[in-house]
């Protein structure tokens, strides 16, 4: 007699290590579906966010409130970069280092165009080098701050800024330079939120910030390689 609800698990021909591996590949399907939907509601809500900032700055009469809105939005667009290079190389437990600085170089160059610098280029100069995903962020926030308070120092006229990336005997070397950093400097005996922003993501690095007057430049070693 013919058996209508089909094959017994006796006469299955799966074996039990190939059920428990699609079991696996189902799971691992299913995870990665979540962390792509956890990224897309995360990159939505920053998007919501940047849009209801932009907002309330067209309707501001106070320039000061402006520039406010302006450093905002930079720390927002700042926050959505990373976060999207931290997705991408979540498969391989690394951020791609260059790959992100030269994006987020791209980034500020057309947000730091204002009435007072009308041309702004930020050149990019980044080693291979892959950074551990918790220091993105710091990575990320660093180099913002630094170019929001050399576009606050910078007289009027073309503000120019170099980013560098390199190994070094620290693990990885970052160094911001621009002519407004040369001479005093900027962060000594100020308080400023921005400058709060600096040593708080400096410390984070596990690094000391330096400050060369002659060169023009904040530069940075800290153990951020992943592997």
């Known amino acids: 007699m013919i058996n209508a609800a089909g094959p017994s698990p006796l006469s299955s021909s799966s074996t039990p290590a190939e059920t428990g591996a699609a079991d696996l590949a189902a799971a691992l399907a299913e995870q990665e579906r979540l962390r792509r939907d956890l990224h897309h509601q995360v990159t939505n809500s920053l998007q919501i966010i940047a849009s209801l900032v932009a907002l309330q700055a067209r309707d501001s009469a106070s320039a000061a409130v402006r520039r406010l809105h302006d450093v905002i939005q930079a720390q927002i667009q700042t926050l ?12 391989d437990a690394c951020v791609d280092l260059a790959g992100m600085l030269g994006e987020l170089c791209t980034a500020l160059e057309a947000g730091l165009v204002s009435a007072r610098h009308e041309r702004v280029t930020v ?17 990320g926030f660093l180099i913002t701050e ?25 693990g990885i070397s970052l160094t911001v330079h ?4 040369a001479g005093r400097d900027a962060l000594a005996g100020s308080d400023t939120a921005t400058v709060r922003i600096i040593r ?3 410390q984070q690095l596990g690094g000391e910030l330096q400050h060369d007057a002659v060169a023009g430049c904040y530069a940075i070693g800290f153990a951020g390689a992943a592997g």
Request: proline share 10%; aromatic share 4%; glycine share 8%.
């Open 80 to 91: 959505t970069l990373v976060q999207r290079w931290q997705y991408l190389g979540e498969a």
């Open 178 to 181: 621009t002519g407004a950093f």
């Open 200 to 202: 708080a993501m400096a």
């Open 123 to 139: 050149a990019c100069t980044a080693a291979a080098l892959p950074l551990a995903p918790g220091l993105a962020i710091p990575v």
């Open 146 to 170: 630094l170019a929001l308070l050399a576009g606050q120092l910078a007289p009027p006229g073309r503000l120019h800024l170099a980013v560098a990336a390199a190994p070094a005997a620290a």
